[in-house]
C-alpha cells in the first residue's frame, strides 16, 4: 500500500490524477487530495505519506513552500512540484530547492506510473533500512560508533579524516548528545597515534578544586590528602590524544597552564617546579559558542586562537534526520543484544512519530527512546505504543545544557504545543499564547532558521 497526497485547485488535475492511479495494478495506492497549501500540509501532520504531488502555484501559497514544510516534517517524504510551464529554469530552480522531482502538466499516465513505481521501489529500499541487516552485513555507514547517511555527517567525517592525518589541535562544537567524543575518537583511531593512548576528560564534571590536579597531576603533599604523588590526564596521554570535553568550563586560573602546555609541551605537577615534556594532541569539544566567551572575559583569547585551528560543527539530530532510520537500526541491533531481545524493526507509524521528533537531546535521546521501546516491545517489530509521548519536550533531561538552551528548547515545546492545538493556524496561536500573530512568526523563523 501508497499513500498518495496530491494538492492542487484544479479539480479536474486532481480527477485525472484519480483516474490514472487507480488503474495502477502495482503498488495499490491510497489517493488523499487537497485544494489549499494549508488543507495538504494539515493532512500530511495527521496521515503517514508515501509520495505528495503539488502544483506549484497554489490560491494560499506556491509549491515551493509545501516542498519546504513538508521536509521540515520529514526529509524522508518525497515531493513531487508539478507546473504547467516546461521551462528549463524553473525546473532546475524546483530541484535546487529540493524537490525530489517534477512534472508538466498536463500529466501524461505513463509517466506518472514510472514515477509512483521508482518512488515505491525507492521506499522500500528505504525500509527495509529500518531492519537490522543480515549477520555479516553492514547497515550503514559506521565509523567508531557513528552511524550516518546523509550528507551533513558526511561532511563532517570528510574533514575529520583530513585533519586525523596531523597533529592540529581540533575543537569539536555542538549540542550535548550529538556524539562529539565519538568523532575525536575518530580522529584519534585515524592517525598516527592510533596505537597510542586516548584519554578522556570532562571539565564540567570536575570541582574546580581539583582540576588543576586531574589535567597536570599532584606531587605527594601538594595539598590536604595528596598522600602519594600522582599522575595527571596530559601525562597519562603522552604520545597519544587529550579528549578535553566541556572546554569552555575550564577554570579561568587553569586557562593559562593549558595555553603554556600548548605552546610549549610542557606541564607542571602541582607541587613541583619541574617542567615535563609531553607529547600530547589535543582535542577539545564544547557545546558553548566560546568565541562569545571570550568576548564576556571568560575565556582567554590567546587560548581560544591556540586552540580554534580546525573546527568541526555537529548539527543537531533536528537537523540530519535522514540519519534517523539508520540510527534506529544501529540502536535496535545493539539493545536486542544487550537485552536478549529478538525485535526485527519499526512499524511505518512509530517510524513516522520518531522523524516527527525534534530530539533536544540528540542522538543519546533517540538511543534512550529505541532502548525503552525495544525492551517493552511485545512483537517483531516497535509499535506507535511502545515509544514514550513525544512532543518535541526530552524524555532525556540534559542537566549540562546552559540556560540559554534550556529556554529555547522550552519555547520551541510552548508554540508547537499552541500551533498543534490550533491546527497549524498561526492567527489562534497567536491568540491563545496572548501575543500578536506577527510576534509568533517572528519567534517561528528564530528558533527554526530555514537554509
Request: one cysteine or more; charged letters at 25%; hydrophobic letters at 40%.
Amino acid at each position: 500500500m501508497m499513500t498518495i497526497l496530491a494538492i492542487d485547485d484544479d479539480p479536474a488535475q486532481l480527477e485525472r490524477l484519480s483516474l490514472i492511479l487507480k488503474h495502477l495494478q502495482y503498488p495499490i495506492v491510497e489517493y488523499l487530495t487537497a485544494e489549499t497549501k494549508q488543507e495538504g500540509l494539515q493532512i500530511a501532520q495527521e496521515q503517514i505519506i508515501d509520495l505528495v504531488l503539488t502544483d506549484l502555484r497554489l490560491p494560499d501559497g506556491n509549491g515551493i513552500e509545501v516542498l519546504q514544510a513538508i521536509k521540515e516534517m520529514n526529509p524522508m517524504i518525497p515531493v513531487v512540484v508539478m507546473t504547467a510551464f516546461s521551462d528549463a529554469r524553473e525546473a532546475v530552480d524546483i530541484l535546487k530547492q529540493g524537490a525530489d522531482d517534477y512534472l508538466v502538466k498536463p500529466t501524461h499516465p505513463e509517466e506518472i506510473e514510472k514515477l509512483v513505481l521508482r518512488i515505491y521501489e525507492k521506499g522500500v529500499l528505504i525500509r527495509e533500512a529500518f531492519l537490522p541487516p543480515a549477520e555479516g552485513k553492514e547497515s550503514s555507514p559506521a565509523v567508531a560508533g557513528i552511524i550516518y547517511r546523509g550528507k551533513q555527517m558526511a561532511q563532517v567525517m570528510q574533514t575529520a579524516a583530513r585533519c586525523a592525518e596531523s597533529d592540529a589541535t581540533v575543537v569539536v562544537s555542538g549540542e550535548s548528545g550529538t556524539g562529539k567524543e565519538l568523532v575525536a575518537r575518530f580522529i584519534h583511531e585515524r592517525s598516527l597515534r592510533r596505537n597510542k593512548p586516548f584519554v578522556a576528560v570532562n571539565i564540567s564534571a570536575l570541582a574546580e578544586s581539583l582540576a588543576e590536579s586531574e589535567l597536570f597531576g599532584h606531587k605527594k603533599g601538594a595539598f590536604t590528602g595528596a598522600d602519594t604523588d600522582r599522575i595527571g590526564r596530559f601525562e597519562m596521554a603522552n604520545g597519544g590524544t587529550l579528549f578535553i570535553d566541556e572546554i569552555g568550563d575550564i577554570p579561568p586560573a587553569i586557562q593559562v597552564k593549558l595555553l603554556r602546555a600548548l605552546q610549549f609541551g610542557t606541564i607542571e605537577r602541582l607541587g613541583e617546579n619541574t617542567p615535563r615534556q609531553l607529547d600530547v594532541r589535543i582535542i577539545a569539544a564544547t557545546n558553548q559558542n566560546l568565541a562569545a566567551l571570550v568576548e564576556q572575559g571568560q575565556f582567554r583569547k590567546d587560548l581560544y586562537y591556540r586552540i580554534n585551528v580546525i573546527t568541526l560543527e555537529l548539527p543537531p539530530l533536528r537537523q540530519r534526520k535522514e540519519d534517523i532510520p539508520a540510527l534506529v537500526d544501529h540502536f535496535i541491533t545493539y539493545f536486542n543484544e544487550r537485552n536478549h531481545r529478538s525485535v526485527q524493526g519499526v512499524s511505518r507509524e512509530a517510524m513516522n512519530k520518531l522523524m516527527r521528533h525534534d530530539y533536544p537531546g540528540n542522538v543519546r535521546e533517540l538511543e534512550n527512546i529505541i532502548e525503552r521501546a525495544v525492551v517493552l516491545c511485545r512483537g517483531e517489530l516497535i509499535l506507535e505504543r511502545d515509544l514514550p509521548p513525544l512532543n518535541n519536550t526530552s524524555i532525556w533531561e540534559d542537566t549540562k545544557q546552559n540556560y540559554e538552551q534550556q529556554m529555547v528548547n522550552f519555547e520551541r515545546s510552548l508554540l508547537e504545543k499552541a500551533l498543534a492545538e490550533a491546527k497549524g493556524n498561526k492567527s489562534a496561536a497567536a491568540r491563545a499564547l496572548g501575543i500578536t500573530e506577527r510576534h509568533l512568526r517572528s519567534r517561528l523563523e528564530r528558533l527554526y532558521p530555514k537554509g
